[in-house]
Nanobody, 120 residues
Framework: QVQLVESGGGLVQAGGSLRLSCVASGPIFGSSVMGWYRQASGKQRELVASITSGGTTTYVDSVKGRFTMSRDGAKNTVYLQMNSLKPEDTAVYYC??????????????WGKGTLVTVSS
């Protein structure tokens, strides 16, 4: 069984920082791309950031300059450093991974989510 486990969410005041982590474990060879999605109450899930195996990152416009995604390939772990947090960043953040199984096939996986709440 492959699992993605997020951690690092919590309650923070506007202007503060949080660092999210996501660890992929189980019968996997490695990752192709991993990302962070978020879903605010009553809104659709959106892609916040992604990173490829080569280290190329993408960000949604609303977080550019504030959020940084990084990757530890050896441990199939990604991080999302969130600075200058705003109340509109409040959401459940989900880790996503497209992973290689031991036969070299790609499969998509999702974490259970971690809640980030930014107070005014």
């Amino acid at each position: 069984q492959v699992q993605l486990v997020e951690s690092g969410g919590g309650l923070v005041q506007a202007g503060g920082s949080l660092r999210l982590s996501c660890v992929a474990s189980g019968p996997i060879f490695g990752s192709s791309v991993m990302g962070w999605y978020r879903q605010a109450s009553g809104k659709q899930r959106e892609l916040v950031a992604s990173i490829t195996s080569g280290g190329t990152t993408t960000y949604v416009d609303s977080v550019k300059g504030r959020f940084t995604m990084s990757r530890d390939g050896a441990k199939n772990t990604v991080y999302l450093q969130m600075n200058s947090l705003k109340p509109e960043d409040t959401a459940v953040y989900y880790c996503y991974a497209r992973l290689y199984d031991l036969s070299g096939r790609l499969m998509d996986y999702w974490g259970k989510g971690t809640l980030v709440t930014v107070s005014s």
